[in-house]
């Protein structure tokens, strides 16, 4: 299996001995991963050979990241085995909070998210490359108790009400702290598991039949 965006191998290490655990990382959680267990491949997808091939690929919040999400998935997919995976977890657009608020929603609010492909935009993608039906999953990206879950609310209608007023009042919360990190310019409501506001996307790759010979 390969992780591309690994980070420090968390879901690589959670799947077990079972899997032989590959990733791909920029940063400088690559050694953490490696320390772990986990054999990085380099640093993007561009520096994988093109033999290279994977019995299921995964991308865990990294479509979100990429003006290009057509591009990334054609570098992926063209690494899949026949009869393999390629997994995607990301936002949902189309869950019903998120359509309610639009822009204002907390996980448009990140300056770092640049694209929300909904369902809709996988099955196309799917159809053109003729691989298998999309599965989707609507999930919640964290499980929180019930009060997280109503302060999560409190802290998503305030975002909603004025995205202004709630970075002001994060940054005169972090002047008041006297934070000793480096000035945070933007402020968003990071409040994962409130909303059934996350999918996870299954594209199977199809094996190719060889063509039969009129008898």
Do not use: K
């Not at 909904?118 to 003729?130: K, N, P």
């Not at 609310?153 to 009042?169: E, R």
């Not at 994060?170 to 006297?178: A, Q, S, T």
Request: charged share 15%; glycine share 10%; hydrophobic share 45%.
């Amino acid at each position: 299996m390969l992780d591309i965006g690994c980070g420090t191998g968390d879901f690589l290490v959670s799947l077990g001995a079972g899997y032989h655990a590959y990733g791909i990382e920029p940063s400088a959680a690559a050694a953490m991963a490696a320390r772990r267990g986990v054999t990085i491949v380099g640093a993007s997808i561009a520096s994988l050979p093109a033999d290279a091939h994977y019995d299921a690929i995964v991308l865990i919040d990294v479509i979100e990241h990429v003006g290009d999400v057509g591009a990334l998935l054609d570098r992926a997919y063209a690494h899949v085995v026949p009869n393999g995976l390629l997994v995607v977890s990301t936002g949902d657009p189309c869950c019903a909070a998120w359509r309610r608020r639009g822009s204002r929603f907390w996980y448009s609010s990140f300056p770092e998210h640049l694209t929300f492909p909904s369902v809709a935009y996988f099955a196309g993608w799917a159809e053109r490359h003729h691989a298998g039906p999309v599965s989707q999953t609507p999930i919640r990206y964290r499980s929180i108790g019930v009060w997280r879950r109503l302060l999560g609310l409190a802290i998503q209608t305030a975002y909603q009400l004025s995205p202004a007023a709630f970075d002001a009042v994060g940054r005169i919360g972090g002047w008041l702290m006297r934070r000793r990190a480096p000035r945070q310019r933007h402020y968003s409501p990071g409040i994962p598991g409130v909303f059934r506001d996350h999918q996870v996307l299954v594209v199977r790759r199809p094996v190719q039949r060889a063509p039969t010979t009129p008898g």
